[in-house]
């Protein structure tokens, strides 16, 4: 099994809407693919997750990043892993737009801010991190 993680900056403001219609079209083609994993928007950028055959993965990577909704695709980290981490989730959404002002500060304090947003990191450590605070708050 592979896991691989990249960040890019959307075309558009990015809303609840924007991300459900991707996770939609996503959730379909991923579990045919036996993919998993997790996407996280703020209002500008992307952070995704994703975890399967390396076939499957690499393809999956090569659609998305020709995908003219988002550009500056910066490849985080693609590497064999032990464990699935985000075992049974198609491709979870996380929208990180309404978040509590409290909780908003924690992660802005944490990861820092960029474009108003929570700063998405490209180092792995670092956006595994970010993904495990989200899936657990
Ligand atoms: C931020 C973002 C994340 C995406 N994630 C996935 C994904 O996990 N799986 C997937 O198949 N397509 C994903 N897509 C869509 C692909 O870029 C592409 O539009 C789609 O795979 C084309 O599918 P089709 O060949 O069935 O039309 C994503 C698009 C964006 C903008």
Do not use: C
Request: net charge negative; no cysteine.
């Amino acid at each position: 099994m592979y896991r691989l993680i990249y960040k890019s900056k959307s075309l558009v403001d990015l809303d609840q809407e924007t991300v459900k219609d991707i996770l939609q079209h996503s959730q379909k083609r991923n579990q045919k693919d036996a993919i998993s994993g997790a996407l996280l928007a703020t209002r500008s950028h992307f952070l995704q997750v994703l975890e399967g055959e390396f076939e499957a993965v690499n393809h999956a990577f090569i659609r998305i990043v020709t995908d003219p909704r988002h550009e500056t695709i910066q490849l985080i980290h693609f590497g064999p892993i032990d464990k699935l981490l985000f075992e049974g989730w198609v491709m979870k959404g996380f929208g990180l737009f309404d978040l509590n002002l409290e909780l908003e500060q924690r992660l802005k304090d944490k990861y820092g801010e960029e474009k108003g947003g929570i700063k998405f990191p490209i180092e792995e450590w670092s956006s595994l991190s970010l993904m495990h605070d989200i899936k657990v708050m």
